[in-house]
């Protein structure tokens, strides 16, 4: 099928033909048949790299009215954003930051592209825009699965059919093992397809042996010992010997002319495995030298932090690391670079994996468990097909290949989980009573909902709901509702003889418009309180209070530090609205107090380069908590003015962030 027979512009038949399109993959011919551009609901459950991107471009851009682009990590939304953008005649606007209120500018917009927590605190604000959407096209869906960010997107898609019931709806997913299921739920068509541009073969290496899926195998020279510490080691505490096969996976790689990337558990075991890689001179192999020096100039002028110094000079060598605690402008450089096939190899988190465009040659996963609390675990299949499934450059390469690193007592278990093996599930994580109880809180603040049996309709159209029946959440929303009336967010209010009316508190409605949680407006109301209370409370006080709620990130305690924290806590006692023989949870609170004590500093005068080397936080985890501060304070001020209460400090943290 030819682009030019497709019912669209003259104009956006030329845009897709100078990007090389010209001709539909065969999953995107399905979507099309399957009536992508005549308005119908549409689930495509495609392996990575397959084309997702264009159909949901084609259903944006013939459908009948504003389309929305909901994208759940907001990481890939500016990429999204800009190949909207790009479309001629097109106007469109990204909406991002994921907590602030979402004024009326985005109406008249052609195509929005935004996160589900951005479409969700919207609807909760009443903006008009969204009940004028013609269609809206949900990326990575499969993510309703996830924790919190998963209910967020099931029941803001179910608001948004309920209130506009003849949206049309386009899903995108990964290859999940019951698409059927999505589709179902969204009243949609099914393209299921493993169809891929460039064909993948997948292998275990086993020392310097691999063995693919095809049958085929290939050799390298790994040193030794290395072998000898991998065999005898086994693969689930990373020993030295699956670093040095890895590398060895690299170098090959490299010098067949292609570019890797390799996964590995942890930020730190990025950046450790980028600087063993380094020592390979990966930039001189692939005869980019310069053009990586130039990359290391880029990230060494973001900052003068040690992370962007310890970049720069792997940078220079052709290899980065990658990992959400870099700040967003290294990350950026890292992913321009590499897919400007400046440097040969990205080191990774498994972040990098969800959605992040960057196809190469070979894709080698070394690190297949991760810490899960305390013991190792697998990762889940869907998240290692999703790695594997940037191998592959279409147009470039002949084929992809994906490389699991074990020895000889994993490769079994690596075969049946992640060669043959199916991905899993998507299952609904709505029952997760803090997810209710802030989706309850917003479905009675909002007025769609005035009684128990009304929070479940508008739960009808959810995930959950569909696969078992929304009668299955009735308990669990009957405590979510307790949980809200003893916190003082929702009040029943009697109309009669046993019957009554469930309605927002202000601070219930506050909370709600505000997007923050059910606990964390709990806790900034006492905190407030005690603040009021004090004789001299300060930015410190007020950063405590805010870095307390399960709206802040938790910052890494470790256990050198952990001492220090203890007497900054103790010297500050009368600044803190928390005693020290208070909280349920110590460590968390200390953990807090921490993130209290780097904000404080940060407004204070502190460099981010003298933050990271004290703390020992990433720079990008700075910038987050930097961030996530100015959102729960500007929530602080709305929830102070809603219970009359005055604490001046927290417009004095919050005009200094
Ligand atoms: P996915 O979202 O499925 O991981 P993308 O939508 O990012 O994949 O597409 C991967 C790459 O394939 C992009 O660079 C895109 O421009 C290219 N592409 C998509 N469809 C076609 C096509 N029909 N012909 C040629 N290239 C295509």
Same mark, same amino acid.
């Given at each position: 099928?030819?682009?030019?027979?497709?019912?669209?512009?003259?104009?956006?038949?030329?845009?897709?033909?100078?990007?090389?399109?010209?001709?539909?993959?065969?999953?995107?011919?399905?979507?099309?048949?399957?009536?992508?551009?005549? =308005?119908?609901?549409?689930?495509?459950?495609?392996?990575?790299?397959?084309?997702?991107?264009?159909?949901?471009?084609?259903?944006?851009?013939?459908?009948?009215?504003?389309?929305?682009?909901?994208?759940?990590?907001?990481?890939?939304?500016?990429?999204?954003?800009?190949?909207?953008?790009?479309?001629?005649?097109?106007?469109?606007?990204?909406?991002?930051?994921?907590?602030?209120?979402?004024?009326?500018?985005?109406?008249?917009?052609?195509?929005?592209?935004?996160?589900?927590?951005?479409?969700?605190?919207?609807?909760?604000?009443?903006?008009?825009?969204?009940?004028?959407?013609?269609?809206?096209?949900?990326?990575?869906?499969?993510?309703?699965?996830?924790?919190?960010?998963?209910?967020?997107?099931?029941?803001?898609?179910?608001?948004?059919?309920?209130?506009?019931?003849?949206?049309?709806?386009?899903?995108?997913?990964?290859?999940?093992?019951?698409?059927?299921? %999505?589709?179902?739920?969204?009243?949609?068509?099914?393209?299921?397809?493993?169809?891929?541009?460039?064909?993948?073969?997948?292998?275990?290496?086993?020392?310097?042996?691999?063995?693919?899926?095809?049958?085929?195998?290939?050799?390298?020279?790994?040193?030794?010992?290395?072998?000898?510490?991998?065999?005898?080691?086994?693969?689930?505490?990373?020993?030295?010997?699956?670093?040095?096969? *890895?590398?060895?996976?690299?170098?090959?790689?490299?010098?067949?002319?292609?570019?890797?990337?390799?996964?590995?558990?942890?930020? +730190?075991?990025?950046?450790?495995?980028?600087?063993?890689?380094?020592?390979?001179?990966?930039?001189?192999?692939?005869?980019?030298?310069?053009?990586?020096?130039?990359?290391?100039?880029?990230?060494?002028?973001?900052?003068?932090?040690?992370?962007?110094?310890?970049?720069?000079?792997?940078?220079?060598? =052709?290899?980065?690391?990658?990992?959400?605690?870099?700040?967003?402008?290294?990350?950026?450089?890292?992913?321009?670079?590499?897919?400007?096939?400046? %440097?040969?190899?990205?080191?990774?988190?498994?972040?990098?994996?969800?959605?992040?465009?960057?196809?190469?040659?070979?894709?080698?996963?070394?690190?297949?468990?991760?810490?899960?609390?305390?013991? &190792?675990?697998?990762?889940?299949?869907?998240?290692?097909?999703?790695?594997?499934?940037?191998?592959?450059?279409?147009?470039?390469?002949?084929?992809?290949?994906?490389?699991?690193?074990?020895?000889?007592?994993?490769?079994?278990?690596?075969?049946?989980?992640?060669?043959?093996?199916?991905?899993?599930?998507?299952?609904?994580?709505?029952?997760?009573?803090?997810?209710?109880? *802030?989706?309850?809180?917003?479905?009675?603040?909002?007025? !769609?909902?005035?009684?128990?049996?009304?929070?479940?309709?508008? !739960?009808?159209?959810? !995930?959950?709901?569909?696969?078992?029946?929304?009668?299955?959440?009735?308990?669990?929303?009957?405590?979510?509702?307790?949980?809200?009336?003893?916190?003082?967010?929702?009040?029943?209010?009697?109309?009669?003889?046993?019957?009554?009316?469930?309605?927002?508190?202000?601070?219930?409605? +506050?909370?709600?418009?505000?997007?923050?949680?059910?606990?964390?407006?709990?806790?900034?109301?006492?905190?407030?309180?005690?603040?009021?209370? &004090?004789?001299?409370?300060?930015?410190?006080?007020?950063?405590?209070?805010?870095?307390?709620?399960?709206? &802040?990130?938790?910052?890494?305690?470790?256990?050198?530090?952990?001492?220090?924290?203890?007497?900054?806590?103790?010297?500050?006692?009368?600044?803190?609205?928390?005693? &020290?023989?208070?909280?349920?949870? !110590?460590?968390?609170?200390?953990?807090?107090?921490?993130?209290?004590? %780097?904000?404080?500093?940060? %407004?204070?005068?502190?460099?981010?380069?003298?933050?990271?080397?004290?703390?020992?936080?990433?720079?990008?985890?700075?910038?987050?908590?930097?961030?996530?501060?100015?959102?729960?304070?500007?929530?602080?001020?709305?929830?102070?003015?809603?219970?009359?209460?005055?604490?001046?400090?927290?417009?004095?943290?919050?005009?200094?962030?």
């Amino acid at each position: 099928m030819r682009v030019r027979d497709l019912p669209l512009p003259e104009q956006f038949v030329a845009h897709f033909a100078d990007r090389g399109i010209r001709e539909l993959y065969p999953p995107q011919a399905a979507a099309v048949d399957a009536g992508v551009c005549a =308005g119908e609901n549409v689930v495509a459950a495609v392996p990575t790299a397959s084309g997702k991107t264009l159909i949901a471009e084609l259903a944006l851009v013939t459908a009948d009215g504003p389309g929305l682009y909901v994208c759940p990590l907001r990481a890939l939304a500016r990429e999204k954003y800009e190949a909207f953008a790009a479309l001629p005649g097109v106007d469109a606007a990204i909406a991002t930051g994921d907590f602030d209120a979402t004024g009326e500018a985005l109406a008249g917009t052609d195509v929005v592209v935004a996160t589900s927590e951005k479409v969700d605190s919207a609807i909760r604000n009443g903006a008009s825009w969204v009940d004028d959407l013609a269609c809206v096209a949900v990326d990575e869906v499969h993510l309703l699965g996830a924790e919190r960010r998963g209910p967020t997107l099931e029941v803001t898609l179910a608001t948004l059919r309920r209130r506009n019931p003849e949206l049309q709806v386009v899903a995108l997913s990964a290859t999940v093992d019951n698409p059927e299921a %999505i589709a179902e739920w969204l009243d949609a068509a099914l393209v299921e397809s493993e169809w891929r541009p460039v064909d993948l073969r997948t292998g275990v290496a086993v020392g310097g042996n691999v063995t693919f899926d095809d049958g085929t195998t290939t050799a390298m020279a790994v040193p030794n010992a290395a072998v000898g510490e991998a065999e005898a080691g086994g693969a689930d505490d990373g020993p030295p010997g699956d670093t040095e096969v *890895t590398a060895a996976l690299v170098a090959d790689g490299v010098d067949q002319g292609g570019q890797c990337l390799a996964f590995v558990r942890s930020r +730190t075991e990025a950046v450790a495995l980028a600087e063993r890689l380094a020592d390979d001179r990966l930039a001189e192999r692939l005869g980019t030298e310069s053009a990586a020096t130039a990359a290391a100039d880029e990230v060494a002028d973001v900052d003068g932090t040690a992370t962007g110094q310890r970049l720069a000079d792997c940078l220079r060598a =052709g290899v980065a690391f990658h990992h959400a605690g870099l700040r967003a402008g290294h990350r950026a450089v890292v992913e321009e670079a590499f897919r400007a096939r400046e %440097i040969a190899c990205i080191c990774a988190t498994p972040t990098l994996a969800a959605g992040v465009n960057v196809p190469a040659r070979r894709v080698v996963v070394r690190d297949q468990k991760r810490y899960a609390g305390s013991a &190792m675990e697998w990762l889940p299949t869907l998240e290692v097909h999703q790695m594997c499934g940037r191998a592959g450059r279409p147009g470039l390469d002949p084929y992809g290949e994906a490389v699991l690193v074990g020895d000889e007592d994993t490769r079994a278990e690596l075969v049946a989980r992640y060669v043959e093996g199916e991905p899993e599930a998507v299952e609904s994580k709505l029952t997760d009573p803090a997810s209710l109880r *802030t989706h309850v809180l917003s479905a009675i603040a909002t007025g !769609f909902a005035e009684s128990e049996a009304e929070i479940l309709d508008v !739960f009808e159209g959810t !995930f959950y709901a569909r696969e078992a029946g929304a009668g299955g959440l009735a308990d669990a929303v009957a405590v979510a509702v307790d949980d809200l009336v003893a916190a003082g967010l929702v009040r029943r209010e009697t109309g009669g003889v046993e019957t009554y009316r469930l309605a927002a508190t202000p601070v219930g409605s +506050t909370a709600s418009k505000q997007y923050v949680r059910p606990e964390t407006a709990e806790r900034i109301v006492s905190g407030l309180r005690t603040a009021a209370g &004090m004789r001299n409370p300060t930015t410190l006080t007020v950063f405590e209070v805010v870095c307390d709620t399960p709206d &802040m990130q938790d910052t890494y305690l470790g256990n050198a530090e952990r001492a220090e924290i203890y007497r900054f806590a103790r010297a500050n006692a009368g600044a803190l609205t928390t005693a &020290m023989d208070e909280p349920d949870d !110590f460590e968390e609170w200390l953990e807090s107090v921490k993130t209290a004590r %780097i904000l404080d500093e940060w %407004i204070g005068g502190a460099t981010v380069e003298e933050l990271v080397a004290s703390y020992r936080i990433g720079p990008g985890d700075l910038d987050s908590r930097v961030e996530r501060a100015e959102w729960l304070l500007s929530a602080a001020e709305a929830l102070a003015e809603t219970i009359s209460v005055r604490v001046p400090a927290v417009a004095r943290a919050r005009s200094r962030l």
